[in-house]
């Protein structure tokens, strides 16, 4: 288990996910002995899960994060998209382009809490069911004061399927 990061976001709505992840990923290297290890960043906290297991560890490995790959309409791909309904799957690109506004909003001065709560209403406007809404520093700890980079993460069902998305939100200093 990784403290203070398995307990947040994904890991307060299931609990003991990570341990599992921890544990399986561990076994893998263990194994494996990699040099390299490659993870998608559209699972931002697995990544940053692992890469601070590496580091407690000692594991002599560079952990690389992926850039999300996304659908012409922006929806990040997953496995998970193939359960949308026709009329679903439509509708799920509205998380990525909630995203892009929000961090265009940002970049103009608005509040962050007041672009969170818009993207949680818009989502439920739209009919996704919202686990959360929220802005995280990238090392994943709460935003004390908001004036560096963040990274904006959602989780959301559309009828029984729940999606997953983030943004890394950077600000020139």
């Not at 601070?52 to 998209?81: F, K, T």
């Not at 509040?111 to 949680?120: G, K, N, P, T, Y």
């Not at 809404?133 to 009828?159: M, S, Y």
């Amino acid at each position: 288990e990784v403290p203070g990061l398995s307990g947040l976001l994904e890991g307060a709505l299931r609990p003991g996910h990570f341990r599992g992840v921890s544990t399986v990923v561990t076994k893998l290297f263990n194994l494996v002995q990699p040099d390299v290890a490659c993870f998608g960043q559209k699972d931002y906290q697995q990544l940053a899960v692992i890469r601070q297991l590496v580091q407690d560890l000692n594991m002599p490995l560079e952990v690389i994060g992926v850039p999300i790959v996304r659908a012409e309409d922006g929806l990040a791909l997953s496995s998970r998209n193939g359960y949308l309904s026709e009329q679903q799957r439509a509708i799920a690109p509205t998380i990525y382009q909630l995203l892009k506004q929000a961090e265009q909003q940002l970049h103009e001065g608005y509040a962050l809490a007041q672009v969170l709560e818009s993207i949680s209403n818009q989502l439920t406007q739209a009919g996704f069911v919202v686990d959360y809404v929220e802005a995280r520093q990238t090392n994943l700890q709460p935003i004390a004061q908001f004036d560096r980079n963040v990274v904006l993460f959602v989780a959301a069902k559309l009828g029984t399927t729940r999606l997953i998305d983030n943004l890394q939100v950077d600000f020139k200093t």
